[in-house]
């Protein structure tokens, strides 16, 4: 019976050991995995940024020349306004004069497809 009760207590034991060799194996894979993972977000990230780096770049690159013709077209703008604006106050007063002299000059008469029917 001693070696019976022995015997059971050594299975007992290497199950023991045999749980605890599964729960390290485990536990090791879970960190392994957690390191994978912790590695692969590192890479993404470089990646992502070296991604970013390289359209800011790109559109430094696109902007910068129509930067450019933005201003260009800013300074062609301001221009034609301020050659439209000299010219109104070059043109005021004939312009007023002439409107006056329309609206206030009224000569009465019939209009050609007015018919006089008696």
């Given amino acids: ?57 790109k559109q430094q690159a696109a902007m910068g020349s129509q930067g450019n013709l933005s201003a260009e077209v800013e300074q062609a703008t301001r221009h034609q306004v301020q050659g439209m604006q000299s010219s109104q106050q070059r043109n005021r007063e004939r312009v007023l004069a002439q409107l006056l002299g329309m609206v206030c000059d009224v000569r009465p008469q019939v209009h050609p497809n007015y018919r006089i029917t008696a």
């Fill in 1 to 57: 019976m001693a070696s019976q009760s022995q015997g059971i207590q050594q299975l007992l034991q290497a199950e023991k050991r045999a749980a605890e060799k599964v729960a390290d194996a485990r536990k090791r894979k879970a960190r392994r995995l957690k390191q994978a993972k912790e590695e692969a977000q590192m890479e993404v990230e470089q990646y992502r940024r070296e991604r970013e780096q390289e359209f800011q770049s």
